[in-house]
Every structure is written in C-alpha cells, then in structure tokens.
C-alpha cells in the first residue's frame, strides 16, 4: 500500500491532468460522476486529515493568531486587486470582468486544506484560515465587489456557515476524536489517506470538467490566461507575504496555497444569481474550479518534497 501511495503521490499531477483532458474532450465518460458529490468527497478527505492531526495542531495557531491574521487580510487584499487589475490589463468583456472580480472576492475554498495537506504544509493553519475568511466573506464579498464592480451581491450567511461547518469541521473533528483514542488502529492506515485525497481531487475535477465542457471549450483563450494568472500570482503573492512575516516552511506553503485556491463554486453561484442577464459571468468560476485543483496538485507534488 505504502508503494502504491508514493506511486500516486509522485505523478499526482500528471494524473490529475489526464482526468481533466479526458472530462474535457470525451466529457461523457465522466457524466456519472455528480456535482452533488463534490462536498460529500471534501468530507471524506477532511475526515482523513482529521485522522492525521492532534488538537495541538490547532491549539497553537489559535494562541499565536498572528499568521491567520495575516493569510486573511492577504486573501481580501490580494485576490480581488489582482482580478480587477488583470480584468483590465487584459480588457475583459464587462461578462467576464465581473466573473473574475467575483472569484477574487470570495473566501478561499475547501480544497486548500487538502492541497495543503499534501503538500506538507500547516493543514491547522489552513483549515483556520479557511473558516476564518469563510466567516468574514458574507460581509467583505459584498462589500469588496461594490468597490470594484459599483454593484452588490447577496451573499446567504447561513448556507456559508453551515457549509463550512458540515464540510470541514464536523469531519476534521471526527478524525481528531477518533486519532485521539484510537490513535494506534489509525496509525496503520496513515499510507492510505494520501490515496483516498487524490482520488476524491480526480473524481470533483472530473465531475467539474465533464458538467462544463461545453462552456470551457467555447470560452476565448483571453479568459484561460487570466484565470490561470490569477491562480498563479495569486501563490506567489501568499508565499512572499508569508517570507515578509518570517513564517517556517509548512505555513508559506499553508498561506500560499490558501491565498491562491478561491471558492470558485460560490463565485459561479453569486454570478448566476446576482447577475442572470450576464451568462458569461459564470465562467471564469467554473474555469478557476477546474484550473485550480490541476495547478494546486501540480504544486502539491513540488512542495511535498522540500
């Protein structure tokens, strides 16, 4: 099991892109697997980190704030400048402008704790800084897209605090209480859980490439290079905050991460709902869905091994 594991963790990316190119050109191979799916995947891999963690582990990141102050305040500040400013260099469509802006005010989403996790980076930090601005953005996603676009979104509070609730906290937490006193039975299924991640990152990349074909495919080039600018600059940006503040390893990697991968699927939501007279609003969402699980295994793959 442990060979198979260092297998896939090894060429996780090249597997990963695969998947994609295959949802994407024959995306009928991939129609069985369900969008609904997505959450019910994330929980089954929170669950697994839980396993892997201690209450220590979070404990210490919420004795010394300092460093979820911080990915925070770069996650509000960094994402939706670098969507305007890239918006505009690259003269989106008002469509699009308004697409991308909303993928660059919304929270960072779910799957960075996993990439984190596999990364070997701060899964506590990440995990904390997820719920952190997923708190906040009911408030600051609105409030960010005024300031941009001169126009407002509706943001549901409940839904978003009961998501993050239901999809990464009850999970992790199960994992915590079970490692905590079955510690030595979870030992043993360690090598396993890099596998189960994965699989869970191929199957939602595949359900949301294969439900999206169409749309990507007929999307310009323009909109592809600014989503993918957007993800890159925005690890970069995470990663020299993080240097900035003299953070360790695992929490450059943490912050980085976190800044980069956005709640693409709540973007895409937003713009359908906020603004149904503008259909090519929703797709940078669904691109930066697709684009940042294949771009956070790839750099998972790098990070792992420094």
Known sequence: MKKISDFIGKYMAWIVLIIAALALFLPGTCLWIQTKWINYLLMIVMFGMGLTMKLADFTVVFKQPRDVITGCVAQFVIMPLLAFGLGKIFGLSDELLVGVVLVGTCPGGTSSNVITYLSGGDTALSVGMTSINTLLAPFLTPALTYLYLRTTVSVDVKSMFLSIIQVVLIPIGLGL??????????????????????????????AVVSHNSAKILSTGLIIFAVVILHNLLGYLCGYLVAVLFKMDLPRKKAVAIEIGMQNSGLATSLAGSAFPNMAMATVPGAIFSVWHNISG??????????
């Not at 039975?185 to 699989?199: A, E, F, G, H, R």
């Not at 295994?297 to 420094?306: M, S």
Request: proline share 2%.
């Open 177 to 206: 209480l079970i490692n905590k006193f079955f510690g030595k039975y979870t030992q043993k299924i360690t090598d396993l859980l890099p596998t189960v991640s994965v699989t869970a990152i191929c199957l939602i990349v595949a």
């Open 297 to 306: 295994a790839i750099l998972a793959g790098i990070l792992k091994n420094r």
